[in-house]
């Protein structure tokens, strides 16, 4: 099974600010002969089901703002929000699809300094 | 627009079996496109895929909890169905279901999620 390691696990960003979440897994999840990366990122807010932002490593979800970005290929990625607002305010997973056990990194928490 | 809701008891004594209903509303569930999931969360901790199914009945199941889960879907009432057996205190979460969307022919993310529902086991 592939596991997917987040770091850090939380992290605490001034309004306006970058916000970085990076995204490991214990083998590669580029697939060779799509050249596409098969991870995801989701946002979790309390009281709410999580949210797909982003798919292929890169592709927003229809109706996610363009401060979201996702980056990275092979075994590392990284989630970036641009410009943090207080809606922003959520734990983050990285969620691989590259096998047939879909697993979760263990989450990011995402504050306002 | 669809929605997923689960539905089930919110208390399950130790050793017996949880069982939870997806019914899903504004699509049906009886498409190609798509694979029906369920994961979980336990208190404090992060997202567990737990299993999926297709609407002919084809279904993964994760490789820690496969020889307890048991899952089934009924197109006619367009929901699906989980079954959890011998339930310990581990086992209490919210438990979501999801349409898991195929991409490149496998199902590959969860973009629709129903609103979960709390399991607790405690005798």
């Known amino acids: 099974d592939i596991v997917m390691t987040q770091s850090p696990d939380s992290l605490a960003v001034s309004l306006g600010e970058r916000a970085t979440i990076n995204c490991k897994s214990s083998?590669?999840?580029?697939?060779?002969?799509?050249?596409?990366?098969?991870l995801a990122w989701y946002q979790h807010k309390p009281g709410q089901p999580p949210k797909l932002l982003i798919y292929?490593?890169?592709t927003r979800e229809s109706g996610v703002p363009d401060r979201f970005s996702g980056s990275g290929s092979g075994t590392d990625f990284t989630l970036t929000i641009s410009s943090l607002q207080a809606e922003d305010v959520a734990v983050y997973y990285c969620?691989?699809?590259?096998?047939?056990?879909?697993?979760f990194g263990q989450g990011t928490k995402v504050e306002i300094k | 627009q669809l929605q997923l809701q689960e539905s089930g008891p919110g208390l399950v004594k130790p050793s017996e079996t949880l069982s939870l209903t997806c019914t899903v509303s504004?699509?049906?569930?009886?498409?190609?496109?798509?694979?029906w999931g369920w994961i979980r969360q336990p208190p404090g901790k992060g997202l567990e895929w737990i299993a999926n199914?297709?609407?002919?009945?084809?279904?993964y199941r994760n490789p820690s909890l496969e020889s307890r889960v048991t899952t089934s879907v009924d197109t006619s009432k367009n929901h699906f169905s989980l079954n959890l057996s011998s339930v310990t205190a581990a086992d209490t979460a919210v438990y979501y279901c999801?349409?898991?969307?195929?991409?490149?022919?496998?199902?590959?993310?969860?973009?629709?999620w129903g609103q979960g529902t709390l399991v607790t086991v405690s005798s």
């Open positions: 999801a349409r898991h969307k195929r991409l490149a022919e496998r199902p590959a993310t969860f973009d629709f």
């Open positions: 504004g699509g049906s569930i009886s498409s190609s496109d798509y694979f």
């Open positions: 199914i297709e609407y002919r009945g084809y279904t």
């Open positions: 083998r590669s999840v580029l697939y060779s002969s799509n050249n596409k990366n098969y």
């Open positions: 292929w490593a890169s």
């Open positions: 969620q691989q699809y590259y096998t047939d056990s879909w697993a």
